[in-house]
C-alpha cells in the first residue's frame, strides 16, 4: 500500500460550522448523508464489563487461562513422517470448573472428508488422513475423548476446578506431512534435498475465554486463536539436517560444529550478515558435528501461543544482530536452499528481517524473542512466533516486503492475540499498517511505497484503489467473519481496508501526536492477550481523546462510502473584504474532517481545516471563513488523501 502523504500544516481559518441548509442537497438517507445515522449513539458488539472495561482495557476481574508445552517429535524422510509425544500442562484461572478440555487438530483439514476439504471452493485432489491419536492420557492413564473434524474433546476423570488448578494431559500422535500442496505446512523438494515446513504439527489447545466459554471453530482455512504459555520441543531428524525454529536452540553444542558456534557468535555482535552455512558447505559432511544416525535439536520458548520449526539437509544458514530498544539484541537469521543464492535475492533476508524488527521495535513495541527467522521454502508466505515461511524464489522488492510483512506478523497477532478466526482485520488489516512505514523506513525507502490494493492499476493515489470496493453492494465489511469472506475480497477487506483505516486514523483523524502514544499503549496493554474489536474501538478512543463512533460505524461495522464537495460560494455581502460563507455537500452515508483549500486571486492560499463536527446537523453545512480579499478557488481536500468517490465536486471556481 503506499502511504498517503503526512498532513501539512493547517491554518486555523474556521469560523462557524453550523446547521445552516443550502440548496444542493436535503439531509437523510434519500439524499446520500444522514447526520444522525452516523453520529448516534454506537452500541458495539461487546458491552463494557469487569472483564474487559469502557476504556478498551483489561477488567479489575480479568482472567485468561495458560498453556505450557513440552513436545519430542521425529521426522522419518523415508514416509514424510511426524511422530510426536507431547505433554500439556493447562491451568485453568478462570472462575468456572471445566469438565472437558479442547483441542486443536488442524492437520486433520488435509483429510479427504473434512469440512475444510469440502467446503472449498477450488476442490482437492491431494489428501492425508490427518492425525492418528496413539493415545491420550490424563496422569499416565488413558481418558475417553472424541475427534470431531479439527476438534479433539478430552472427557476429563475429575472436573477441573478454576482459580489457576492444572491438568497435564498426554497425547501421543503421528501423521503424513502434506507435499508444497499442503500451503502453510509442507515438504519442498531442493537440489540437495527436502525441506520440512513444519506447522500445526501438534494437538493445540483451543481458548477458553470470558466472550464464549470454548472457542472451537472449526480449522477451514482461516488462521489461529490460541493460549499463552511457554513450549519446550525437540525435534530428531538423520544427522545431516540442520533444524531452525521458534525460540533459542538450547543444545547447540551438541547439534552444531565449533566453527558454526563460532560464527554464530560473530553474528551475535555483528551488524552485517554473518554466514554460518555457506552454499559450498550443504553437502559437504565436515558441516554437522556427526556423520550418521539421528541427532535431536532442542528449543524452549517463553510467552508464546505457538511454535513452528524448519528441518532440511539443503539450508544455507546466514545471520546478524538485531539492536532493539534499551539496548537489548536478538538475533535474525535466514536459511535457505542454494537456489535462492543471490545478491538480489536471500543473500538480503537477513538485512531486511534485522531493518523490519528495529524499525517496529522502535516505534511500536520491543521484539520479545531471541531468535527471528525467515525460512526459504516453497512459498507459503505465513507466519509463526519467531519464524516465517517464504519463498526461495522471491527477490527484492517483493523478498522485501514479503519478510516485512510475515515478520510484521510478530505484534498482529503473536503478541497482541487477535481472533484470525473471527476478526482478520486485527490481524492482517494491523500488520499491513505496520508494514506501510517499514518500508518507508528502510534503507530510506529502497522498497517503498509498500502497495497492498488489488483493485486499482499500481501508481495511482492508494486511497482511490479503495473506490471500488466500498461501492461494491456485495462487500463484506470488516467485521465479517473471517471464513465467510469470499476469496474475492479477503485481501481488499481484511488487508487493504483494515490497513488503509489506520493510515486515515493516523494521519487524517487523530495525527500522529494522538495515534502513536495511543496505539502503542494498546500494543503493551494487550500483549499475550486477546483484544476483541470493541476492546480495540474503546481503547483508541479513549487513549487517544477522541470520540470515535462515526469512524467504528462508517468504515469497520458498515462499508459506507465517503463523497464530500463544495456545492456554492458567496462574500458577505457580496464584499470580499467581509468574509466568505462556504457551502459544503455530502452525497454519501460516510464524512471525514478534510482540508479546505482558498486559493486568492492574488496568487496565495491558505488551508483551512474542516472538522468532521462541521456535518453533525446538516447534509449540506455552511462555513463562515475569515477571509478579505477575493477567492479565485476552493477546493476540498487539494492533496487527495480522502477516499472521495467523486473528486468532480471537489473544487469550485469563484466568479
Not at 520441543?233 to 553444542?253: I, M
Amino acid at each position: 500500500m503506499k502511504k498517503p502523504l503526512l498532513a501539512g500544516r493547517i491554518a486555523a481559518g474556521l469560523l462557524v460550522a453550523g446547521a445552516l441548509c443550502g440548496p444542493a442537497l436535503a439531509d437523510g438517507p434519500d439524499g446520500g448523508f444522514d447526520p444522525q445515522a452516523l453520529f448516534a449513539p454506537l452500541t458495539l458488539p461487546d458491552a463494557a464489563n469487569a472483564f474487559r472495561d469502557g476504556a478498551g482495557k483489561p477488567g479489575p476481574l480479568f482472567w485468561q487461562n495458560r498453556v505450557d508445552y513440552a513436545i519430542q517429535a521425529e521426522i522419518d524422510p523415508s514416509t514424510h513422517g511426524l511422530r510426536g509425544d507431547e505433554t500439556i500442562t493447562y491451568t485453568n484461572r478462570s472462575p468456572d470448573t471445566l469438565d472437558v478440555l479442547w483441542l486443536q487438530l488442524d492437520q486433520n483439514a488435509y483429510r479427504r472428508d473434512s469440512r475444510a476439504s469440502l467446503a472449498s471452493p477450488r476442490p482437492r485432489t491431494e489428501f492425508t488422513d490427518g492425525y492418528q491419536l496413539d493415545a491420550v492420557e490424563i496422569d499416565g492413564k488413558p481418558v475417553h475423548f472424541l475427534v470431531d473434524d479439527t476438534r479433539l474433546r478430552v472427557d476429563l476423570p475429575q472436573p477441573l476446578a478454576g482459580g489457576g488448578k492444572q491438568a497435564k494431559l498426554r497425547i501421543r500422535y503421528h501423521y503424513t506431512v502434506p507435499g508444497t500442496w499442503g500451503g502453510r505446512t509442507a515438504v519442498t523438494p531442493t537440489r540437495n534435498g527436502d525441506i520440512y515446513e513444519i506447522a500445526q504439527w501438534f494437538p493445540r489447545m483451543a481458548v477458553y475465554d470470558d466472550l464464549r466459554g470454548w472457542d472451537t471453530l472449526p480449522y477451514l482455512g482461516s488462521e489461529f486463536y490460541l493460549e499463552y504459555g511457554n513450549i519446550d520441543y525437540a525435534v530428531t531428524v538423520p544427522w545431516n539436517y540442520l533444524v531452525a525454529g521458534s525460540g533459542a536452540l538450547t543444545n547447540g553444542n551438541e547439534v552444531l560444529t565449533a566453527a558454526q558456534r563460532q560464527r554464530l557468535a560473530q553474528a551475535a555482535q555483528s551488524d552485517a550478515t554473518v554466514m554460518i552455512r555457506a552454499p559450498e558447505e550443504v553437502n559437504d559432511p565436515s558441516s554437522h558435528p556427526r556423520s550418521s544416525g539421528m541427532q535431536t535439536w532442542r528449543f524452549h520458548m517463553e510467552h508464546t501461543r505457538d511454535v513452528a520449526f524448519a528441518a532440511s539437509p539443503a539450508f544455507v544458514w546466514d545471520a546478524a544482530r538485531i539492536n532493539l530498544p534499551a539496548g537489548k539484541h536478538a538475533l535474525a537469521m535466514s536459511v535457505y536452499p542454494v537456489e535462492g543464492v543471490g545478491k538480489d535475492a536471500w543473500n538480503r533476508s537477513t538485512e531486511y528481517v534485522k531493518g523490519s524488527i528495529e524499525h517496529f521495535s522502535s516505534k511500536w513495541y520491543a521484539y520479545p524473542w531471541p531468535v527471528a527467522v525467515n525460512l526459504g521454502g516453497h512459498g507459503a508466505g505465513m507466519e509463526y512466533p519467531g519464524i516465517v515461511f517464504d519463498g526461495f524464489e522471491d527477490k527484492a522488492p517483493m523478498l522485501f516486503w514479503i519478510t516485512a510483512h510475515e515478520i510484521g506478523h510478530t505484534w498482529f497477532p503473536m503478541v497482541v492475540g487477535s481472533n484470525e478466526r473471527r476478526n482478520a482485520f486485527m490481524d492482517e488489516g494491523f500488520n499491513t499498517f505496520i508494514d506501510v512505514y517499514a518500508s518507508d523506513a528502510f534503507n530510506k525507502g529502497e522498497f517503498a511505497p509498500k502497495r497492498d490494493s488489488e483493485y486499482a492499476p499500481k501508481g495511482g493515489n492508494p486511497v482511490d484503489e479503495i473506490l471500488p470496493l466500498l461501492a461494491d453492494p456485495l462487500a463484506p465489511t470488516m467485521m465479517a467473519p473471517a471464513d465467510a469472506v469470499a476469496e474475492k475480497y479477503r485481501h481488499p477487506v481484511s488487508y487493504f481496508k483494515g490497513a488503509l483505516g489506520l493510515v486515515l486514523l493516523r494521519e487524517q483523524i487523530l495525527g500522529p501526536a494522538r495515534f502513536d502514544p495511543a496505539f502503542r499503549q494498546y500494543i503493551a496493554t494487550w500483549a499475550y492477550r486477546h483484544p476483541t474489536p470493541s476492546d480495540f474501538f474503546r481503547f483508541m478512543s479513549s487513549a487517544a481523546g477522541e470520540d470515535l463512533s462515526w469512524w467504528w460505524r462508517g468504515w469497520y461495522l458498515n462499508n459506507w462510502q465517503l463523497d464530500m464537495g463544495v456545492t456554492a460560494a458567496a462574500y458577505v455581502d457580496s464584499d470580499p473584504a467581509k468574509g466568505l460563507v462556504v457551502t459544503l455537500a455530502s452525497r454519501q452515508k460516510l464524512v471525514m474532517p478534510a482540508t479546505l483549500r482558498v486559493d486568492y486571486a492574488d496568487g496565495s492560499h491558505e488551508d483551512v481545516r474542516v472538522p468532521v463536527e462541521t456535518w453533525r446537523q446538516s447534509a449540506t453545512p455552511k462555513l463562515a471563513l475569515h477571509t478579505t480579499q477575493r477567492v479565485a478557488r476552493l477546493t476540498l481536500d487539494p492533496e487527495h488523501k480522502l477516499p472521495d468517490a467523486d473528486r468532480g465536486n471537489n473544487s469550485l471556481a469563484m466568479p
